[in-house]
């Protein structure tokens, strides 16, 4: 298998789906009519010509406004496809272009390239630039053109697929094909059952206390003093989640759509988070403070755990292995995201 039908082939199983040919076709026709719209003032100027029968200033104006659109357009044109591969048509039809080597958006050089093969095959008028935009129509399976497989890119139909160019959608993808073995239609992991052997429904978790984000009041959220003897320094630590809320983070705790202790410990604080998408396990991780440090740990959630760096890309959390967390990163948990956050103050 040579590189191009691996990639294609991987594509398929992170579940990316290549754009039928009329999605395509009705991108490029949205992309024309703006260049078109750009044209509108020469075109009121040329009018003025044929009314009037003499040059002036003002058709001379509109002209050059219609150059100067043109231009801004093809720069943010370029802009658009080498950053994210999109366009004002492939953003209406929701299609979005990728490099084949590592389905990130295509780059300057390829974008550029593909600009200059599209521009010399206007030295065929007509036939040759719609041959070039058709020729998808010829690659039945997954609808790469000629210009595609120039610039070894892929266009994605996100409708039906996943968009490759977001990092945690991507990650969180890959981390659901090394795992072949799971049920990825039923997110509910092995985890919370009562001793019996009995599942624990939602409903039947003890009532307590919630704020508006949907969190259970912590019992046991006091601030934890940095480690060492004699230090005057408290070390601050909180989990900032994705609709406001604030919680400062307790020695331990659980984080799951509805999260059940293996054992009775009141010491564990238990935060459910609503999840509308069900990508979120019951009992998805835990996590903690020693005083100096906080950590997670992903408790084999089916849909993964992934910690996106404050400079950096986004990584999957190795499932029952501890990973300390460090000052501004966020962690992705189902389709819900929250931000550690440290802060030390003096005794």
């Known amino acids: 298998m040579d590189a191009v039908a691996f990639s294609l082939a991987k594509a398929h199983e ?7 040919a009329r999605l395509r076709v009705w991108s490029y026709v949205i992309d024309y009519a703006v260049s ?17 029968k ?3 200033v003002v058709p001379l104006v509109l002209s050059g406004t219609s150059a100067l659109l043109l231009v801004v357009y093809l720069i943010v044109l370029l802009s658009l496809n080498s950053r994210k591969g999109s366009s004002p048509g492939k953003a209406a039809m929701r299609l979005r272009a990728v490099r084949l080597a590592d389905f990130a958006a295509p780059g300057f050089p390829r974008v550029f390239g593909a600009a200059l093969v599209f521009l010399a ?3 065929v008028p007509v036939f040759g630039p719609v041959l070039l935009l058709l020729s ?9 053109g000629w210009l595609d497989k120039l610039t070894g890119s892929y266009v994605l139909d996100l409708r039906s697929g996943i968009d490759s160019t977001n990092e945690r959608v991507l990650a969180r993808a890959e981390y659901l094909l090394t795992r072949p073995d799971r049920d990825n239609s039923e997110h509910l992991p092995k985890l919370g059952t009562l001793t019996h052997g009995a599942s624990v429904e939602e409903a039947a978790l003890p009532p307590r206390p919630r704020s508006s984000a ?3 009041g912590a019992r046991n959220s006091d601030w934890h003093a940095a480690a060492g003897s004699g230090t005057q320094v408290v070390r601050r630590a909180a989990l900032a989640f994705d609709d406001g809320s604030y919680v400062p983070v307790p020695e331990t705790g ?3 759509r509805a999260p059940v202790a293996e054992s009775a410990d ?3 604080l238990l935060i459910p988070l609503k999840d509308p998408e069900r990508l979120l396990s019951k009992t998805h991780l835990s996590f903690g403070s020693d005083g100096a440090d906080v950590w997670i740990m992903d408790l084999a959630s089916s849909n993964g755990t992934q910690v996106t760096p404050a400079s950096g890309r986004p990584h999957n959390v190795p499932a029952h292995t501890r990973a300390l967390l460090n000052d501004g990163d966020i962690v992705q948990v189902g389709s819900r995201t929250f931000r550690i956050t440290f802060q030390e103050t003096e005794k």
């Open 254 to 256: 659980l984080i799951g």
């Open 136 to 144: 998808c129509l010829f690659d039945r399976q997954h609808r790469r």
């Open 266 to 268: 009141p010491r564990t």
């Open 121 to 123: 095959s206007h030295l």
């Open 54 to 56: 003499q040059y002036s």
């Open 36 to 52: 078109l719209a750009a044209l509108l003032p020469a075109g009121i100027g040329y009018l003025i010509y044929l009314v009037t």
């Open 14 to 20: 992170l579940g990316m789906r290549p754009a039928n």
């Open 214 to 216: 949907g969190i259970v």
